[in-house]
């Protein structure tokens, strides 16, 4: 809700969850409170530091989507969700990005090899068939493709080296969908193994490690053009130099981090350094088997960490109030009314919410209550007009429910753990 606001005031608001669900959470209700909303998702690796495994593509095609994104001026309000995890590690360049970045359309001409070879260099998996993005698949004169950032997969109809057509389909039953002009072609993998990045990982690994290390599967396996499970670890070997996502971001953004990220961050740096301890003592017992990064190369430091906020201006939400002066601005939002009391003492707890309505009506709050699904919906007006509710509708976005709730009770589906009581609203979820 006030992300949303936000937004709509600055251009793009930028809010630092601290961990994955609660970005999601952020990620899947802010557009219900401004359906104009262009949200952006930027989430960490699904994986850990100094993993063998890589992360997945979806993480990775959802990154670099993100950051491609960030390259144009937006058009609409935007809102990026991101996590702590996400903003203390190093990326590509702004520059890269812009780079890596191809536009292929009927009419175009790409030799099958040539596209197949630039498609697994940026990182797409060749499979027999497409079901995820980062995914392509040939056959005969056919190209199936996920491309990282696309709604639906696409199908390329080659005559010859000529794109003939590009096509939407479905990758669940694999049947065609519709037509497109063209589409963005971004990589799938922030690795990537076009020739250039492939000599830079071979002469610094060498410089790093010594020429003992040439014998490293990783080693043999890049210096092969094939990709090896876990390589981003690395990625700092791939490319001249890295940035953070703050390098990505307008310079009117609005950035806001969530309270709970300072511990979130503190833990993140001792996991850090706790996994490059591990992998440290791991191989001076068995040389050659992982040889780890310096934990200052792909990750923030603490005060690295604290130079960014500083420098972008970061405020910290807090759901507790703070002491009034210069640096504090208090929105009047506080939290849910809590019905522990009338549950404790096991009285109706739904004559107490209709009480409780009873009250805000009369203090001038328009009251709402979301529930999690349709059906919720209409189990729960049930239960609440046969104690006494009136006034009750359905609302299907938030303007409505604002008007709605002007003369009445809104019910809305959206799925929200808790509400919440500002000036004049006041939302009280299922689970409140």
């Known amino acids: 809700w006030m992300l949303a606001d936000l937004a709509r005031a600055g251009g793009t608001a930028v809010f630092i969850a601290p961990d994955e669900a609660a970005m999601r959470a952020v990620a899947s209700t802010a557009p219900f409170f401004a359906p104009e909303l262009e949200v952006l998702s930027y989430p960490a690796w699904d994986c850990l530091p100094y993993d ?205 981090r969530d309270t709970a990220t300072t511990g979130a961050a503190q833990q993140r740096f001792e996991a850090v350094a706790d996994y490059h301890q591990n992998r440290v003592r791991a191989e001076s017992t068995a040389p050659g088997s992982y040889r780890p990064l310096d934990a200052t190369s792909l990750y923030l430091t603490a005060d690295e960490w604290a130079k960014e906020q500083d420098a972008a201006s970061v405020h910290v939400a807090t759901p507790f109030h703070e002491p009034d002066s210069k640096t504090v601005l208090d929105f009047n939002v506080d939290g849910p009314r809590d019905f522990a009391p009338e549950r404790a003492a096991s009285t109706n707890i739904y004559e107490a919410v209709v009480e409780h309505i009873a009250k805000l009506k009369k203090d001038g709050r328009k009251p709402i209550l979301a529930s999690y699904s349709i059906g919720a919906r209409e189990r729960l007006t049930g239960l609440l007009n046969d104690h006494g509710l009136k006034g009750a509708q359905n609302a299907d976005s938030w303007q409505s429910a604002l008007g709605t709730a002007a003369g009445g009770v809104a019910l809305i589906v959206l799925p929200l753990d808790h509400g919440f009581s500002a000036p004049d609203v006041a939302v009280l979820t299922e689970q409140d």
Request: glycine content about 6%.
């Open 52 to 256: 063998r495994a890589s992360p997945t593509l979806r993480i990775m095609s959802e990154r670099l989507a993100t950051l491609h994104a960030l390259q144009s001026k937006a058009d609409k309000p935007r809102l990026l969700v991101t996590t702590v995890n996400a903003a203390t590690q190093r990326t590509l360049t702004p520059f890269r990005i812009r780079q890596l970045v191809a536009r292929l359309a009927p009419g175009e001409r790409i030799g099958l090899d040539k596209l197949a070879a630039l498609l697994q260099a940026n990182g797409y998996v060749r499979l027999d068939t497409v079901n995820d993005h980062g995914e392509f698949a040939v056959r005969g004169g056919l190209v199936d493709l996920f491309p990282s950032g696309a709604e639906q997969a696409l199908r390329l109809d080659f005559f010859g080296d000529e794109i003939e057509s590009v096509r939407t389909f479905d990758p669940q039953d694999q049947r065609t969908t519709g037509r497109v002009d063209g589409f963005t072609l971004l990589p799938a993998s922030e690795a990537l193994l076009d020739e250039e990045s492939i000599k830079r990982f071979r002469a610094r690994y060498r410089e790093k490690f010594g020429a003992n290390a040439t014998g490293d599967p990783l080693y043999q396996a890049i210096s092969d053009g094939r990709r090896l499970a876990g390589m981003e670890h690395w990625l700092p070997l791939f490319e001249d130099r890295l940035e953070t996502l703050f390098d990505h971001l307008p310079e009117n953004a609005v950035v806001v």
